[in-house]
Structures are given as structure tokens and as C-alpha cells.
């Protein structure tokens, strides 16, 4: 960082550094904010915003600082990592669990996703540290970030407000990068500090400053060339005081004593290295090496000399302005002058240095990604010339594949691609680089290069765990590109293999199992399942068994016996309970289970399960795993109506993140509340965004979208469009049931309101027959439902909505009685319809479906029918009454001073589930701070009380 003088870093500087300090007494008092510092190089950013950190510690604020690399962007999140101090053996329980993950040792899933764990561990470390006290984070560099650590930033800038946290970010202009582009969207023009050059009145007195003397017009005209660039004026004073070109007349003023003058900023840079000497210099390339700041033992162990021996190079390095002290050890004092170092050398010198840097790292012991970072530089890269890995790298990446591949795939892609050049076909270690090569462009999203890489694996593999996990990976491949059916060919011949182990044949069935079932073959699926699961028993494979009776689940339920599945899934999940390895699987049966007795209308079982899968995929799953959790808890808590819960699960993560169909479940969700709420323009709005996602799933029907579609024909008042979107969904051939039998009383609805009594009939026979045999209250309230609409009946329709009630459906129960109330008013019973329509609009009102209530009460007022005299006033839209009963809990929790993770702790919600409900309680008290928040409910409380 610039080491200019304190009476000159800040010259012209006093509007931002005014504006930066007030955000600073703000996050004293509770209500944070976040702010983006750009500019060029040498501009003064780092100046501006270590000033505002040094004020933090008398404001009451502790300070973390963490900065991009260029040379270790490929390695996600390391400037969270440097800032929050996550170090070997720290005391902090959170610290301890982001070493361990950061070692492999938190789980041996290989589908964990350990940089999106990583991510939600560090942003609940940020809110336990602003729960302790106020914090500043600074991120320094985010142009040379790498995008998870672009994506933490910009999710902690979203919540900042609702802590104690000033958020800093600083950048240069270049590179350009959508990531980058989209986080100054983001934060707004008023968030934004653009640091431009010093006007002329600045660069004077920052000249005076640093010559000791008011310039003189040559001095002046010499600086004016540095464009107002505090870093160029102060360099070129500096090399001209070095070189004595500077003298000081008898009137006080700073004169050029004569000779040239640096012409550019690289050009003073230059100068100033050229007075170290050429040990010191030396030094110095190795340290450039390791990046702008740097442990003084990696340095030593780089240079394979004594930290004693390095003392008197450091001093003088220091004593020349190069090098200065830093949290970690030692800092370049600008980073454009490890660039200079770095860039003068040749690039095959360059990588000579890497390749030895990194194998002296590597035989002390150090973390894979240190070794990673200079591998990658010596082996990668379009000025190094393609030369086979050494023996001693091979032997390394043996030993650290599957900590790369988990905590970096794509640095371990690129250097285990470059292992399987270096091995000899047919070789054991090749197969073994190929089998790691495809586990890291599987996790990378690279699945054609995954299968790839896989199917050339297969021609030479011959170790038996090998060719599961490149069988696995394969199916997993051809599973998401539709092509299973490949995979069941290769999956045959495997097993048609003479001296199969009994463990890998058990799993390769296993996976047989899975894409039978992928292929819709349910029977074939069960019986290969069947055959997993006495082979896993035998040779006493919980994987195998597991994978065997998640198969089975899902047969049960595809041929219509759910509540069979019901123990298939309990001994499924007493199998994966104390395996690491089996924690994506227990992930998916809880979700499946959770989602099943949701379908059994076993609500309190089904939301508490499926809270349990969210809070695990939170700390050891997938980003995939985890979308899926929030959708299913959202979807259950759409269905039992309490909407806006549903709402804060399905919103809480980015549409970009989810498979596509999760992203039209939960858009589904959104716009059919939208609907019902009155807000079209935003029920449109996810429409829309729901558009692309529905294209990549072709004709699989998403129930909740399929409603959404069909409320918007209604809408319009083009009910045979609205009909003929539910007509669509049952015309499609799906093994899930459930996903489109709730679909059945509106379509009945539909088809009796145009006219087309023939088709109202068929669907309520469809509802009958799902209804015949089953004691699943829903379904026999949706026969009831559709054969009261057809029959004209308003007694069948209140059969029905006890029925929906007694499922804890009120949704559908409003249907049924405004459907009863209709039939009762028909019929001249006014007394019954008075009854039906105040319960409906009762029922309405706790939904906040406004849309349902102004429809009811038009149609009913016409016939003389009021709201009796119990119904419940309109819901408030702000102030303390407009909170939800979670909000409401989340709130008094604030009150307690308890951070967001303490209180997803207390109320067994996600950390991002906390966060949205604090987003909300903040818009609808119109609050700005937790601080607000917890002053509202107290007040609240006393005047309770």
C-alpha cells in the first residue's frame, strides 16, 4: 500500500474520507452498509480506506482485511479466508470447522460442495463476529477475486444493513468482468466512491508535502505529468530526492537541481528498485512469487534459507520503501511493484521459479493450495511451454487430489489434466488422474468434458473402486443430458465382468437401479433395486444399501404405494446416519421423505424434516441440494398457507443457482401468491423469469408453475386458455401423481365454467379414482370438491372443505366453502351462505389472498351478503400487525441481541431464512437497523404489558 506520509495520503481526499467515517459511526450505532472504492492504480484507494480503519478501534469497531490475488484467483475465497484469520488451531469453533473443511476432514462426500459450504460457514463467521461487536470488512482488489469471493461479497452487501457491518470493497477499473459489472449494479451510485486524479491545488500540496518545500513551476510542471496520480507524484518526487535532484532555495521553495525524471509510473518504480542491491533484489523476485503479502517462513522455505539469514535483505528492502510489516508477515508497499518484479522476469525463468518454489513448499508440508498456486504457474498458462509433470508433482497430486478437487475443482482440473498427459496410457496412475480429472469437471459443471474424460478412463481401468467412480460419474453425466440409456449399456457389460468384488457389484447394481428408474422403467428399477439390496447385505456395503433403497422409495411412489415407502425410507436413513459418505444421499431421502408425508398431509412431520434437510445442506451439502431443500420447505409452507414464509424459503437464493426445476417450482410459488394477493405485475414478472427454466425441462410438468399459468388466463378473463393449461399438465405422461392432482378441482372448476361438462366429468372421475381406497385426507376432499361442483351440491362442498381442513390446506378449504356458498345462495339458503362466505373470507384473509376477498365480496354483495359480524379485518400491510408469527419471533430474538445464526438456531431455520425475515421486518416497520428493530418490539412488549 502507499507509504506516503500521514500528512499527505489524505490530500484531497477530505469529501470521501467524510463520507466513508460516517458510514463507520453508523455501523458504531448498529446500522450497517457497504460501499465500492474504485480507481486506478496509485490512486489513493488503499490510503482512503486504511485512514477509515484506523478511526474504526476508537468508533468501537474491530477490523478485517483481506485482498484478491492475481496470483491465487483460481483458489475460491481466499480473501475471506486472509481477512477473517481463519488459521491452524484457532480457538473459534467457526474457524475450527473452516480448517477442517479447508483439510478434507469435515465429510468424504465427493458431493459435498466445498467452496459453497466454505461460503455459508465464512458469512455466518462474519455475522457471529458483528454480533460480538461492530465490524469493518474490507476486500481490497476485488478485480483479481475469484467469483465466489465476488458473490460473498455482494450477498453480504445485500444483509449489511440488518448488522453491524461496514462493508468495503476496492477496485480498479481493469479487467472488466460481468461478475464485477453486476456488483456496481448492485450497490448503487451512492455506494459507489470513483477516485479520479488530485486537481492541481491537491497535487501541490501534496508535493510540498513530500519535497519539504513549496514547488517551484518546473517542479509543478514535472508533476503535472503524473496526472494527478498520488502514487506517480509521490514515486517521482521520491527518485528525484534519491538521485539529489531536488534542493530547497533559501525562500523555502522546491527546486529541480537539474538532470531527467522518471516518464512514467513504472519508470519510478523502476528507479526505486534500481538503488536495492542485487541480493535484496534477488530476494525480492522470490518473493513475488508468493504474492503482494506473504509469510516470511514461505519466503525462507522458497529461498531454502534461514528466517535468520533473510533479516539484513528484508531491512534494507524496507529501509528502500519496497517492503513494509503486514497482518501475515510482509507486503509489497504497492502491488505495482511486485508487478514490476514479477513481469521482468522471462516467463521460462518465471515458471523454473514456480515449479521450485512449489516443490520446496510441498516437501515442508504446506496446504495443498499453496502448493497449487505455484503449480499452476509453473505447469499452466500460455507463455509455459508444455513439458510432462515431474515425478515428485505426480506423487504430490496423488496425495492431494481430493482436497483440490473438493476445495478448488478447477485448479485441480487444470493440473490433473495435465497429469494424464503426463502418464502413460493404459498405467494405473493414469486411470486414477483420468477418474479425479472427471470428479473435478463434473463438479465444475463441465459434464460433456467430465464424460469425457471419464469414457477414456474406462478403455484402461482396471481397479474395481475406479471403475464405480467413473461409473457413477458417467450416469450422472448422461442422467442430466437425457441419455441414460448409454449408461445402462456400459453399466451391463460391467457387471457381465468376470470376478466382479461383491462390493463394487452391489454398487454398480445400485446405479443400474438409478437409471432404470431415470428411464421411467419403474418395474425393471424395483427388481434391480431388489438385487442391490441382497448384494449390498451381503457384502455389507452401506453405500450400495442405501442407493438401493432410495431406488425403492421411489418405485413405491411411482406405483402408487406411498405410504409403502414411508419404512423404505426410515432403514434408508438408518443406513446413511453414520456415514460421511452417504451425506448427500441422506440429504435426498429427507428431502423426499419430507415431501411424501407432505403428500400424506402429514404437515408437522413433513415441515420438521424438511427443516432438518435445509439446516444440513446449509453446513456439509451442495448448493444443489440446498435449492432443493428450500424448495421443498417452501412448498410445504405454500400448501399449509402460511405464504410468507414460503415466500422468504423460495426467494432466499439466486434463480441462476437452481436446477431448472426447482427454479419453476418456486417462481410457480411466487406468482400464484402474487395472483391471489392482487400483485399481477410481479405474479408476470415470475412468470417471465420462470420462462427459460421451463424451456430446459421440456414437457415435464411443474405443478405449482402449471397453476401459476393457468390463474393468469383467468387474469386476462380467457378461462379455455386457463382450462387448457391445466388440461396440458394431465395430457403429459409423469409417474408423479402428486405433482398434478391438486391441479384436478380447479380444472373441474374451469371446464364447468365454459361449458364443457364432458370434460369436468372426466377430470372429476380422475379425482375419484386417486380418492377410491385412500384415506389421504386431500384426496378424498378433492373427490368431494369436484363431484360438489358437478352435482351442484353445497353440502358435498362443505364436506369437502372440512376435509381440506382437517388436511391443513386452506387454500383449497376457501375454494370449497366460496364454491358452497355460491351453490347456498342458488338455492335461496341465505343463512348457509352467509356462513360459507364469512368463513372464506376468513380463511382469505389469513392468506392475505386480497385478490380471492375483493372477488368474493362483488359477487356477494350483489346478492345482499356481507361479511358477518366475526369475520377478521383486513390484513395490515405495515407496522408491527403486518409481521407473520416467524417474523414476529425472529424480531424478540433481535430484541435479545441474538445474531442470525443464533436465531436460525433457535427456530431451526437456515441462516439465509433468518436473513430474509429480518429483510422483511426492517421494510415493514420502515426501519433501517437491527438496532430499530429491536427498539420496536420493545416498545411493543411494554406496551403489552
Known sequence: ????????????????????????REAARGRGSSALVEGEPGIGKSALVRAVAAAAPDAGCQVFWGAGDELGQALP?????????????????????????????????????????????????????????????????????????????????????QMPLLLIGMMRPVPQRDDLLALRRMVGDAARLQLDGLTGSAVTELVAGLAGGRPAERLLRLADGAAGNPLYVTELVAALARGDKLTITETGAAELAGGSAPGSLSAAIADRLGFVTRPVRDLLRAAALLGTEFAVADLAIVLRRGVADLVPAVDEAGAAGVLAESRRGLAFRHPLIRAALYDDMPAPVRAAWHRDAGQALAAAGAPPDRVARQLLHAVGGPDVTAEPMAEWMLDWLSRAADVLVGRAPGVAAELLARAVASCPVGSARHAWAASRLADARYRLG?????????????????????????????????????????????????????????????????????????????GKAGQVAASALAAAAEAGDNWSMGWALHVLTLVAEAQGHVTDALPLFDRALTVTESDPALTDLRLLLQLNKAVTLGNLDRYAEALALAGQARHLAAQVGTTFRLTQAHCALGQLLFETGQWDDALAEVGILPEDLKEPAVACCDLGIAAVISFHRGDTGAAWRHLAAAAPHAERIGHRPIGTLVLARSLAGEQDGALPQALAALQDAFGRETEDVEEVEDLLPDAVRLAAATGDPGAARALAGQAAALAAGSEIPHRQANALYCRGLLDHDGALLLAAAERYDDAGRPLQEAKALEAAAVRFVHAGDRAKARAAF???????TGLGAASDIARLQAAFRAHGIRRGPHAKHRRARS?????????????????????????????????????????????????????DIARESALRTIASS
Open 879 to 931: 407496522g408491527w400487525d403486518s409481521l407473520t408469527p416467524t417474523e414476529i419471533k425472529v424480531a424478540e430474538f433481535v430484541e435479545e441481541g441474538l445474531s442470525n445464526p443464533e436465531i436460525a438456531a433457535r427456530l431451526l431455520l437456515s441462516r439465509r431464512t433468518v436473513a430474509t425475515h429480518v429483510s422483511h421486518i426492517l421494510k415493514k416497520l420502515n426501519v433501517h437497523s437491527r438496532t
Open 446 to 522: 463441465d459434464r460433456a468434458g467430465a464424460e469425457h474424460a471419464a469414457t477414456r478412463a474406462l478403455e484402461h481401468a482396471a481397479e474395481p473402486d475406479l471403475l464405480v467412480d467413473l461409473h457413477w460419474t458417467l450416469a450422472q453425466c448422461r442422467m442430466l443430458a437425457g441419455d441414460s440409456a448409454e449408461s445402462l449399456a456400459m453399466l451391463d457389460r460391467a457387471l457381465a465382468a468376470p470376478g466382479l468384488p461383491a462390493r463394487h457389484r452391489a454398487r454398480l447394481l445400485a446405479l443400474a437401479a438409478r437409471t432404470h428408474g431415470n428411464l421411467g422403467e419403474a
Open 77 to 161: 475465497l481466499l480473501p475471506f479466508l486472509d481477512a477473517l484469520r481463519v488459521r491452524e488451531g484457532a480457538a473459534n469453533p467457526r474457524r475450527n470447522t473452516i480448517v477442517q473443511l479447508l483439510r478434507g476432514e469435515v465429510t468424504a462426500d465427493r458431493s459435498t460442495d466445498v467452496p459453497g459450504v466454505l461460503a455459508e460457514q465464512l458469512l455466518a463467521l462474519v455475522a457471529e463476529e458483528c454480533a460480538a461487536r461492530p465490524t469493518v470488512l474490507v476486500v481490497d482488489d476485488l478485480q483479481w477475486a475469484d467469483p465466489a469471493s465476488v458473490t460473498v461479497w455482494g450477498r453480504l452487501a445485500r444483509s449489511a444493513r
Open 838 to 844: 364469512t368463513r372464506a373470507v376468513e380463511v382469505y
Open 1 to 24: 500500500m502507499a507509504a506516503v506520509t500521514p500528512a499527505c495520503a489524505l490530500i484531497g481526499r477530505a469529501a470521501e474520507l467524510t463520507l466513508l467515517t460516517g458510514l463507520l
